[in-house]
């Protein structure tokens, strides 16, 4: 494990910009109160699923003068993560899709170690590096993380497992996932059985941990129909997200007693990212000619985790690659087509009238029916026998499957994937109300103290 002294010098200090500040990158796309009132409370899940639903806002602004962080606050942001990687290693392995947050992960804690073993007093005995494998799942050619974790791994030296599968052995891990996550909702098994299949390679494999990118997104504003909201909706919504994000990888992971490390969410950098700015998260970068073949983009181009990418933006290769769903990235993109050409849609309406009428699920499309079959052929006809998180009693049920809500205040069903189950207030106006709430409360907690 790195000390305080190693990470410190692994710190370089931030490449010289110009001291110019560039104004925040014009939303012109005005959303609807009706969005605002959905989009709270979003589960994680889905969350790819509205982003690659909703177009990136144009780039096409005519020059725009490049935005730079306070290079006091990138160096706070590297210093806590260095940190954070630090104490998450050494460990067994990494699921390296070759994205940013992965890229970072893996890159920025090789620069650590290298830079330690510089002045390692025994070059005869090196300690343990802080990565051994790495694991890549894709499903099919077209998947465009393989470009990305291959340049990462040949970098950083990890063994890199690619595991490429098909379509029937992706729903080889739906009975694993369904019975662990418990939940027929599309959106998050089509991530999950990505995420569950690394796991599984990486227990085959003898590894007894594994890190992830967890967090990177949620923290730091990475989804793409983030970049619309203002200052005061962007703050509010991601507040709550701190609150309510979760992770499928913790319960797989869990359930195939394998240890699962998550840099991201060290509680210092949550609250560093608490305190970011819309401009610290959501920025244009530019990109220039000769990062093309790397990056794949070209020009003016806007970026959510910007000051995250900036911190480590000189070792992480893919420190500026466009953000991508891991249904895309992975290849599982194709699972809703291919199932779709399995069922005529005769036959898929009689099935959705039949499990309305006798299970009062309604079945949006072949995709979510297949899901379904599984879910019922785990857990079985006995609602009694079902866990305890999938009760039907009627108090607070979802309208797509009649199962009891999480909570609340949820707005998006983690059973059936049915969005929205209820609807809420914007997220504005929710945290004004707290906060009013916070003042009564402190105002009537003043007067009886005083009487």
């Not at 983690?414 to 207030?425: D, E, M, N, T």
């Amino acid at each position: 494990m790195a000390g305080l002294a190693d990470i410190s010098r692994a710190i370089s200090t931030p490449p010289p910009h110009g001291s110019e500040r560039a104004y925040s990158f014009p939303s012109n796309v005005q959303f609807s109160f009706f969005f605002f009132v959905l989009i709270l409370h979003i589960h994680p899940s889905i969350l790819p699923l509205i982003e690659s639903s909703m177009s990136s806002p144009s780039q096409d602004q005519g020059h725009v003068q490049p935005y730079h962080s306070d290079p006091a606050r990138i160096q706070e942001l590297r210093g806590l993560l260095l940190k954070s990687i630090a104490k998450s290693t050494p460990c067994d392995a990494i699921l390296l899709s070759g994205g940013v947050d992965t890229s970072i992960l893996a890159e920025a804690a090789f620069a650590v170690y290298s830079n330690r073993n510089k002045d390692q007093e025994d070059p005869q005995n090196p300690e343990k590096p802080p990565l051994t494998g790495a694991i890549t799942v894709l499903c099919t050619d077209q998947a465009t993380d393989e470009f990305y974790a291959h340049e990462i791994s040949k970098k950083t030296g990890l063994v890199q497992e690619v595991v490429k599968i098909s379509l029937d052995s992706v729903m080889e891990e739906l009975d694993f996932c369904i019975k662990t996550l418990e939940t027929f909702d599309p959106m998050e098994l089509r991530n999950s059985i990505v995420i569950a299949r690394g796991l599984s390679v990486a227990k085959s494999l003898g590894y007894k941990s594994v890190m992830t990118g967890d967090g990177a997104d949620e923290l730091f504003a990475g989804y793409s129909f983030l970049h619309n909201m203002s200052a005061e909706r962007l703050q509010a919504y991601s507040d709550k997200l701190t609150i309510t994000m979760r992770f499928s990888g913790v319960i797989l992971a869990k359930a195939l007693g394998l240890e699962l490390r998550q840099p991201y969410l060290d509680p210092e950098l949550i609250e560093f990212s608490k305190q970011c700015t819309r401009d610290e998260k959501i920025n244009t970068h530019e990109h220039t000619k000769e990062r093309e073949w790397q990056d794949r983009l070209s020009g003016p181009q806007l970026h959510g985790k910007f000051i995250l990418r900036e911190a480590f933006e000189e070792e992480a290769f893919s420190a500026w690659r466009k953000k991508e769903p891991i249904e895309v990235g992975s290849g599982t993109t194709v699972l809703p087509k291919l199932l779709q050409e399995s069922m005529t849609p005769e036959d898929l309406k009689a099935e959705q009238d039949r499990i309305l009428k006798e299970d009062g699920v309604e079945i949006r499309d072949v995709e979510h029916l297949e899901y379904f079959k599984v879910f019922k052929r785990v857990f079985g006809d006995d609602l009694n026998a079902y866990p305890e998180k999938l009760t039907k009693d009627g108090r607070d049920p979802c309208p797509g499957c009649g199962f009891n809500l999480r909570s609340l205040d949820a707005t998006f069903c983690v059973i059936c994937g049915k969005w929205p189950a209820r609807i809420l207030p914007p997220p504005e106006e929710i945290a004004k109300a707290e906060a009013e709430a916070e003042k009564t409360k402190a105002a009537e907690k003043e007067a009886t103290t005083k009487q």
